[in-house]
């Protein structure tokens, strides 16, 4: 069996920095040696934005371009979208019959999530999402899933939601595997523990050269820093996090002139902006040329859509046979 990579995004907004070194840069990589699937979670977003159709509407575009602008190769990888793939919802449904709710009120992730939304009461939806998600996951019999650690609770469910099938009807799942990134979660601006789009922390993957400057000059650094030969702390200093992130091999010569004080904090944001600038151009210029062909983007979307729906069915097929739910041939009805 050919291994699959998949992966994806909720549609709730563009693209950023954190999601480029946590999935997107693997991404790249991985569709030169595996056949690769990466979709927009639109039902997903539904979980947090059901109340914000045109929103997600407009960001499938979006993203659609902030996927290709980081080098997703529409002729290596299958690029579609979630709700256009009824066989995931089905499975979905499927899937929540051997779920508990204990098992999804006690996943971490939905708890942080739910705590930093403030929400006091959980919607089904919010709270089946890791169903969903092993839905996601398996329909198309995915074997690597390149993850941030915060989603390790969501994949160890697909995991368990796998075998516990496969041993209630037959062994015709695959058993995901993670695949996490050397930077699984980046410091956002503000020193949060994580950059995000709806703390406004971010740097977004289709920023200008000002934006970055912008963004990198006002971000926090060490404290203690008060003079520019002050003595630094690099470990809790966000440009430092970036330095790490983006050119590491420049880190020994950063870290002594942090600590030393012999390098200042401008000098130093300085060089992460220069740095930046250089990753993210291509990606600008690459992000206008689809951008003006916006007939070409609904194409790639199409095309992949279908590739997608065309091994959904293969998938239920099977599953349908397994859990003797085949009275009857779909093309008999």
Known sequence: MTERVLTGDRVTGKLHLGHYVGSLQNRVLLQEEYESFVFLADVQALTTHFEQKDLIRSHIREMTLDYLSAGIDPEKSTIFIQSMIPEIAELTIYYSMFVSVNSLRHNPTIKAEAKGRGLDELYYGFLGYPVSQAADITFCKATIIPVGDDQLPHL?????IVRRFNELYQPILVEPQALISNTPR????????????SLGNAIA????AEDIAYKIKRALTDPARV????????EICPIYAYHSAFQPGHLPEIREGCERGTMGCSACKERITMALEQLIAPMRERRAYYAARPQLV????????KHAQGIAKETMKEVREAMKLDYFSRSAM
């Open 156 to 160: 160890e469910l697909a995991r368990r």
């Open 186 to 197: 980046l410091v956002g601006t503000d020193g949060n523990a994580k950059m995000s789009k």
């Open 205 to 208: 993957l289709d920023s200008t």
């Open 227 to 234: 003079h520019k030969n002050d003595p630094g702390h690099p």
């Open 298 to 305: 609904d194409e790639i979307l199409i095309t992949g859509t």
